[in-house]
């Protein structure tokens, strides 16, 4: 069983930087593309970043294209977000999900991903 575990989140003025981490186990991280999604309060899950199962292809959501990197070690099974330029209005729980299709391509949407992780709140102060 695929487990998620997502750190790193806390909180950060306007215009800060951020990085969030993503533990897999209990599967072959290498093999599969994952993803950052967000949730703020009363709002519906965004899509923010994907990322293929090597690393060689990212995409990113508009509200975050130019802020925000998506990258992955798949020597320590971990994916990673660096959140640079940080708005109020990035404030938000984090969450990773993997896609469980052998070297495929990351998704965009929420049904594109089989597993998830329990969240890391990012707070972002003006």
């Known amino acids: 069983q695929v487990r998620l575990v997502e750190s790193g989140g806390g909180s950060v003025q306007a215009g800060g930087s951020l990085r969030v981490s993503c533990v897999a186990s209990?599967?072959?991280?290498?093999?599969?593309?994952m993803g950052w999604f967000r949730q703020a309060p009363g709002k519906e899950r965004e899509f923010v970043a994907a990322i293929n199962w090597s690393g060689g292809s990212t995409v990113y959501g508009t509200s975050v294209k130019g802020r925000f990197t998506i990258s992955r070690d798949n020597a320590k099974n971990t994916l990673y977000l660096q959140m640079n330029s940080l708005k109020p209005e990035d404030t938000a729980v984090y969450f990773c999900?993997?896609?469980?299709?052998?070297?495929?391509?990351?998704?965009?949407?929420?049904?594109?991903?089989?597993?998830w992780g329990q969240g890391t709140q990012v707070t972002v102060s003006s």
């Open positions: 209990g599967g072959i991280f290498s093999r599969y593309a």
């Open positions: 999900a993997l896609k469980e299709a052998p070297y495929g391509s990351g998704g965009i949407r929420e049904y594109d991903y089989n597993y």
